[in-house]
């Protein structure tokens, strides 16, 4: 089974701080997504990236940066959390696109984050 | 740009009644469909996913959905429902031939009154 796992469940930031969400996927996918989800907004793509080192912006990339140095890990960094900032935050990993009918993303737990 | 409709925010159903959620996208070339479920407190996870073929897709749990081009529309169905089928459904679009983005609908609550 694929799986995809989020660092921590739940996280209360202050405003101003700097958040690391860590997300870590164990199945060799290439692709790995930044989703913010919302009440009535569905999923939002923050970033995502392709391969190592790449990483490409989504919709809504401001107030974020990600990071991803190994295969497996795939980082979201809010460089100075707000409130508008608080939602919560999902991560998703596929093997490569394209033409591939095994194609699908998985999703982790989610984390939810509170910006005080 | 494009984008997902999907028509309904919040579907209330009781058991045993047939179920219907719309999903329209704007994409006019080809595209790879999905319906993703969460059920409260839950990972989201795919329901089931159209790529070609078979304009009628069956997935997990008794859900079917049929993807009609002219219409640029995926519906998912149910004949029955189940009170365990209360979650939140979403229709995902992804254009063929792309990386692996998906552009996901707002979503559609349901609730089934037992």
């Known amino acids: 089974d694929v799986k995809v796992t989020q660092s921590s469940r739940y996280l209360v930031k202050r405003t101003g701080e700097k958040v690391f969400l860590e997300c870590v996927q164990d199945?060799?996918?290439?692709?790995m997504f930044w989703y913010r989800q919302d009440p009535g907004l569905g999923l939002r793509l923050i970033y995502f990236?392709?391969?190592?080192?790449?990483?490409e912006k989504g919709d809504i990339p401001e107030g974020y940066s990600v990071s991803r140095e190994k295969k497996e890990r795939f980082s979201l960094i809010l460089e100075s959390a707000s409130t508008n900032q608080t939602s919560m935050y999902l991560c998703?990993?596929?093997?490569?696109?394209?033409?591939?009918?095994?194609?699908?993303?998985?999703f982790g737990p989610g984390t939810r984050l509170t910006v005080t | 740009a494009q984008s997902v409709s999907q028509h309904n925010h919040h579907v209330i159903l009781s058991e045993a009644a047939s179920l219907e959620l719309g999903c329209n996208y704007s994409?006019?070339?080809?595209?790879?469909l999905f319906w993703y479920v969460q059920y409260p407190g839950q990972h989201l996870q795919l329901l089931l996913k159209?790529?070609?073929?078979?304009?009628l897709v069956k997935g997990i749990k008794g859900f079917e959905a049929e993807f009609i081009k002219s219409k640029f529309s995926f519906n998912l169905r149910k004949p029955s429902v189940q009170w365990s089928d209360t979650a939140e459904y979403f229709c995902?679009?992804?254009?063929?031939?792309?990386?692996?983005?998906?552009?996901f609908g707002k979503g559609t609550k349901l609730s089934v009154k037992p």
């Open positions: 995902a679009v992804k254009r063929g031939g792309s990386q692996g983005n998906l552009i």
């Open positions: 994409y006019g070339g080809t595209v790879n």
């Open positions: 990236s392709y391969d190592v080192k790449m990483k």
């Open positions: 199945m060799d996918h290439e692709n």
């Open positions: 159209y790529f070609s073929g078979d304009p």
């Open positions: 998703a990993s596929s093997p490569r696109g394209g033409l591939s009918p095994t194609y699908e993303q998985y």
